[in-house]
């Protein structure tokens, strides 16, 4: 077993709020998304993903590629996550699904009264999410 997890995430960032959530039985919020299936494409994962957790659709044409971003994996001692960061938009009302247990939309500017995935609280991430709104 590899010590990197790749996922894709989606940053949807309205009015300065970004969209994160929280897996059931964890305390740290991350930005939706999550691992690609054999042969699948980060903007198929994402689509995937972000239907199966929140029953809402991603723009696809609204999707822009921000970079690849490593950390320490949230929920998995030990590993490492790398992801593949997209900006972009969802349409549908926001339904818990899944393993999400509760997501939030979190001042992008902070600060923050939850705990934050370590790929959003310790790396440039955040920063590049800023400069992206």
């Not at 996922?7 to 949807?12: G, P, Y």
């Not at 998304?33 to 609204?62: D, M, N, Y």
């Not at 972009?88 to 009302?93: A, L």
Request: one cysteine or more; proline letters at 6%.
């Amino acid at each position: 077993m590899s010590d990197v997890i790749h996922v894709a995430t989606l940053a949807v960032i309205r009015a300065g709020l970004v969209l994160c959530v929280r897996k059931r039985g964890t305390q740290r919020f991350m930005l939706p998304g999550g691992k690609p299936e054999a042969g699948e494409t980060a903007i198929a994962c994402l689509t995937r993903e972000i239907f199966e957790e929140l029953q809402c659709t991603v723009q696809t044409a609204s999707l822009r590629a921000i970079g690849q971003f490593e950390g320490v994996a949230a929920n998995e001692a030990g590993r490492r996550v790398r992801a593949d960061v997209f900006v972009g938009e969802i349409t549908g009302p926001l339904q818990l699904a899944a393993e999400i247990e509760e997501y939030r939309w979190l001042p992008l500017a902070g600060p923050f009264d939850v705990p934050l995935a370590p790929l959003l609280a310790e790396g440039p991430l955040l920063d590049v999410l800023r400069a992206a709104a």
